[in-house]
């Protein structure tokens, strides 16, 4: 079975532009968590989404922003990004709120 | 503020030796504890996990003690393995919930 997936496994972009990471959910897992990790450093928190509404925000700006589709699929969305936002973008899922999370590889964002 | 201090920083053990990592948590209200390794340029895998009710858990060569009154916990690996080379995550959360708040992590390198 194929686990987390996540695109694209690498970006560079430029400071004030916008970027979208994509997240594909192990097969039957309903909730997403992403997660910021910044080199040298344990994931910090951002989103949970369980069937398809937020459940829990982590304290990050509101540049930051996510979503999940029907498919249970997710986005996050950063806009204006800064240099201090890269890092590592983890996608984690599960069957529900309170169960095991599983992380992608994550997609390695660099800020020029 | 950091809740979760995971010490130390850096680990060198022998081959079969025992590697102990410890963590302190601030927030009393957190009753989920689990551990994480990590590979370079992989996301971070589930190795075991505790709830407050018990003092240790144990999988394999890897167990977990769990002291609620101190509020800290650790993580044992017996009999250490090269392969085992590798960086440790605690981490905890509310409610057994998927909001995982992250130690700072222990880079663990075992000598062959």
């Known amino acids: 079975d194929a686990g987390v997936t996540q695109s694209p496994t690498h970006l560079i972009k430029t400071r004030g532009q916008h970027v979208t990471l994509r997240c594909s959910p192990i097969?039957?897992?309903?909730?997403v968590s992403w997660y910021q990790q910044v080199l040298g450093q344990g994931p910090q928190f951002i989103f949970q989404?369980?069937?398809?509404?937020?459940?829990g925000r982590g304290n990050f700006p509101d540049r930051f922003s996510a979503r999940q589709f029907p498919n249970y699929s997710s986005e996050l969305n950063v806009n204006a990004l800064l240099l201090g936002d890269s890092a590592l973008y983890l996608c984690?899922?599960?069957?529900?709120?309170?169960?095991?999370?599983?992380f992608g590889d994550g997609t390695r964002l660099s800020i020029l | 503020q950091q809740q979760v201090k995971q010490s130390p920083q850096s680990l060198i053990v022998q081959k079969g030796g025992i590697s102990i990592i410890n963590c302190a948590y601030e927030n009393t209200a957190f009753d989920y504890f689990p551990w994480y390794q990590q590979f370079p340029g992989k996301g971070p895998a589930l190795l075991i996990a505790?709830?407050?009710?018990?003092s240790e858990k144990k999988e394999g060569r890897f167990t977990i003690s769990f002291n609620k009154s101190a509020k800290q916990f650790s993580l044992h690996i017996m009999d250490s393995q090269p392969g085992d080379s590798a960086t440790y995550f605690c981490?905890?959360?509310?409610?057994?919930?998927?909001?995982?708040?992250f130690g700072g992590g222990t880079r663990l390198m075992v000598k062959p």
């Open positions: 981490a905890a959360s509310l409610n057994a919930g998927n909001m995982l708040t």
């Open positions: 984690a899922s599960s069957f529900g709120t309170q169960t095991p999370q599983h």
């Open positions: 989404y369980y069937e398809k509404e937020e459940r």
């Open positions: 097969s039957g897992h309903k909730s």
């Open positions: 505790i709830r407050p009710d018990v």
